[in-house]
């Protein structure tokens, strides 16, 4: 069965510094990984996602992720966080079973980010 | 131009009780999906849309639960006999593919007392 975890319940990065939020998936076959956040009382957006290709992809609000095959991850980064980061990152996987082409998405739990001025 | 759009945002209603929380995809969108999100927790799969029909519907926790899409735009979840655990918020999201990303809305918050 496809999964993903977020092994941090929550982050903290003081404002300036280097963030990353962790991310590793369980796929049967190539996964596409996709990264949302989510601000306080409103929904999901869409950060980034990763299909095939380069294994560095950009992303939004100067976010990136790596994903790396061997470890079955896919890490969130950022170069320089700022206070306005601040908000819930959740990591999904597309399921991609034999009877699903539809592309629903698995998420994990969600970390919590708080970056500090 | 226009997003996802639900309604209501909020909805308390009694045990017991019928509710319909309605999804506006975005425009010429052919996928939809519902999702489910309780407190702390990542959203979970209900049911998927392409077009018309329910392509997909092995998240729905039960027959209490219910979705419709008739014209292939507009979706509506329907709970029948509400139960306190139902009480989450209630996700949609829309896209052009099912290899693409979906744009969410901001949520139906169902509290069932």
């Known amino acids: 069965a496809q999964s993903v975890a977020q092994p941090e319940d929550q982050v903290n990065v003081a404002e300036g510094n280097p963030l990353t939020v962790k991310c590793t998936y369980s796929v049967s076959g190539n996964p596409y990984l996709f990264w949302y956040v989510q601000y306080p009382n409103r929904g999901l957006q869409f950060l980034l996602k990763y299909i095939t290709g380069d294994n560095l992809v950009k992303g939004s609000y100067g976010f990136e992720a790596e994903f790396n095959k061997s470890q079955t991850s896919f890490h969130l980064k950022k170069p320089s966080a700022l206070v306005s980061d601040s908000a819930l990152y959740f990591c999904a996987v597309r399921d991609i079973t034999f009877h699903n082409q539809g592309g629903k998405l698995i998420f994990g739990q969600g970390t919590e980010l708080s970056v500090k001025p | 131009g226009a997003g996802v759009s639900q309604t209501p945002s909020n909805k308390v209603t009694e045990k017991g009780k019928y509710v319909e929380l309605r999804c506006d995809p975005i425009s010429g969108h052919t996928a939809l999906y519902w999702y489910r999100q309780s407190l702390g927790q990542g959203p979970e799969f209900l049911i998927y849309f392409q077009g018309t029909g329910a392509a997909d519907d092995s998240g729905l926790p039960n027959d209490r639960f219910f979705a419709v899409r008739p014209e292939g735009s507009v979706s509506t979840l329907k709970i029948q006999r509400t139960e306190r655990g139902d009480s989450a918020v209630y996700l949609c999201?829309?896209?052009?593919?099912?290899?693409?990303?979906?744009?969410f809305g901001p949520g139906t918050r169902l509290t069932v007392l």
């Open positions: 999201a829309s896209s052009s593919g099912p290899s693409n990303e979906q744009f």
